[in-house]
Each structure stands twice: as structure tokens, then as C-alpha cells.
């Protein structure tokens, strides 16, 4: 399994799709921080229009997907010429088409949002740039179109098998973010799922295929086809962490999946992760989600 989708599966998430927001003229929507465990999404089909966070703006254009991993409150903000119109539609009702009811809409929005649990989905999540901007443009514009409108359709008709078609569709719209290579930077952040170098993205899939393993950096540089201190340097600027906290961060997600799933002794948890000490896996396991082992389980099993 490829190193994205192994992410995806490890995540346990669940895609749900909002609203349609078709919007013209000087448009304000405001957008209040998400609870604990979502993280919301914007794809924009037509138009221009401006994400406003705290901290910075993103411009967004026909075709990008902007991510917020930590579920900020933002503002989307339309400059048009025409007359103001905001038209939102909630998931289940009738989506209007772009032209309906009167006033050309400038702006298509479509929003949705990612759900998950406080182990391997939370870690995965922290671990992204906040805002994740990742723009398809016009070459790869054809395929979001299509996915979307499967969402929208899906989630308008609510029938038999729609909830499980949805949460697959916004898991494929994902899986398509965290393996582009376009605006992978923004504000010195980095991608990690979406390292372009061949060399660096052979480590991570084998990490993430054998997180147990004693992993040393001379077998990550090698693996990697460099000299140990090209490939610490390299690795740092390419996925924004150092080898060291990648390997943790992976062997914490493929832990809370353990815990989350099956029964296993604490023990042999720790053991399949990479740790020969359950006191040093505890202490790490902590530090990463807040949780011990034992109580994270009773937790996960409880919801």
C-alpha cells in the first residue's frame, strides 16, 4: 500500500460535505472554529475569492483546496462587481445550479469537513501545514470537477449507501491534497506527504511499511542514496521534521491504530512499534496525544 493511502486508512476519518455557497458581488462569510477532531475543507469550482485567517490570507482561484488541520475560525470574502448575493445550501436539500434564481453567481464554493479521533487521525492532522493550500488548476481541474459533483450528488440525494460514498469521496479528494506537489510551501511549512524526491520518498514508505523496525539514520541514508549529513539536511527541508520525530510520529499513529482496533497487551504494542521498554513507549505515547496507552484505549473503546 502506497505511503498516502497507508495515512488515509491509519486516520479512520470521516468526510462530510457541508454546504454549496454560490456567492456575487462584496460577500462576507464567516466561518467560527471548529470543535476539537474536525478540520474543515473549501474547494472552489468557479471564481476567485480570498480565505481570511487570523494570521494571513490565501487567495483561491477555480480549482483549489484549501485545509485548515486545526479547524481555525476564517472568513471567505468575495470582491466582485455585481450585486451581493449569497446563496447557501445545506447538504441534503436541493443544490441550486450556478445561474439559478435570477443573479449570476461569481463564486462556487463547496465546503465539507474531516472528522477523527484523538490518536492516529489527530497525528496526522497536527503534522499538516495549517492552512494546507494545494491549487489542481486547469490540468488536473477536470477530475476535482467530477469528484465534487459525485459529492454534491451524493450528499443532495442522502439515499441508501450515500453517508459511505461520501466519506469515500472526501477521502480520495484527501488523498489527492497530501500527494500534490503544487503549493506544497506555504509560509516555510512543508508537505511531508508529498516530498517530491525520489530518494526521500523511499524512506518514508518504508517507515511507514515497517515502523518497528530499529530504524538508524546510516539505514535511512542509505536507503535514501546519501551521505548521512546531505540526508538530515535534505529530509529536515523536504518534510518539515526531522527523521527522528518522523519515525516517532509514525510509530505513534501505527500505535493508536493498535490500541484503537484490537486487544493486544500494552506490551506488544510497544513492541511492534519499535520500543523495548513499555515505560519508554508510554512516555512517548503521552507526549504525542495527551493520553496514556491505557486510558487512550478505554477511551476509544468507550466511543
Known amino acids: 500500500m502506497d505511503s498516502v493511502s497507508h495515512l488515509i486508512r491509519l486516520a479512520r476519518l470521516r468526510g ?40 494571513r490570507s490565501v487567495d483561491l482561484v477555480a480549482g483549489d483546496v484549501v485545509l485548515l488541520p486545526r479547524g481555525r475560525a476564517h472568513r471567505v470574502r468575495t470582491r466582485g462587481r455585481g450585486r451581493r448575493r449569497a446563496v447557501v445550501e445545506e447538504a441534503g436539500g436541493a443544490f441550486p445550479t450556478a445561474r439559478s434564481q435570477g443573479t449570476p453567481s461569481e463564486i462556487d464554493l463547496f465546503c465539507g469537513h474531516y472528522a477523527f479521533g484523538p490518536g492516529a487521525g489527530d497525528l496526522l492532522f497536527q503534522s499538516l501545514p495549517d492552512p494546507l493550500h494545494v491549487s489542481f488548476g486547469a490540468e488536473s481541474g477536470e477530475p476535482v470537477r467530477m469528484l465534487s459533483a459525485l459529492m454534491r450528488g451524493e450528499a443532495q440525494n442522502d439515499g441508501p449507501g450515500a453517508t459511505a460514498i461520501v466519506i469515500s469521496l472526501c477521502d480520495a479528494l484527501l488523498a489527492m491534497v497530501l500527494r500534490s506537489t503544487s503549493n506544497r510551501r506555504l509560509a516555510g511549512d512543508a508537505l511531508w506527504t508529498a516530498v517530491d524526491d525520489e530518494r526521500l520518498r523511499a524512506v518514508v514508505d518504508a517507515v511507514l511499511g515497517d515502523p518497528g523496525r530499529d530504524w538508524t539514520i546510516p539505514d535511512l541514508a542509505g536507503l535514501a542514496a546519501m551521505s548521512r549529513a546531505t540526508f538530515i539536511r535534505r529530509f529536515t527541508r523536504a518534510t518539515g521534521m526531522t527523521a527522528g520525530d518522523f519515525l516517532t510520529r509514525v510509530r505513534m499513529m501505527t500505535a493508536a491504530e493498535m490500541l484503537t482496533a484490537g486487544d493486544r497487551p500494552i506490551g506488544v504494542v510497544a513492541a511492534e512499534v519499535g520500543y ?28
Not at 276 to 303: D, H
Open 16 to 55: 462530510a460535505v457541508d454546504k454549496r455557497c454560490l456567492l456575487a458581488g462584496d460577500t462576507t462569510i464567516d466561518n467560527g472554529a471548529r470543535p476539537a477532531g474536525e478540520a474543515p475543507f473549501h474547494l472552489l469550482l468557479e471564481g476567485e475569492c480570498t480565505l481570511e485567517l487570523a494570521d
Open 276 to 303: 523495548q521498554s513499555e515505560s519508554a513507549f508510554g512516555r512517548a505515547f503521552r507526549t504525542a496525544t495527551g493520553a496514556t496507552p491505557a486510558r487512550f484505549r478505554r477511551t476509544a473503546t468507550r466511543s
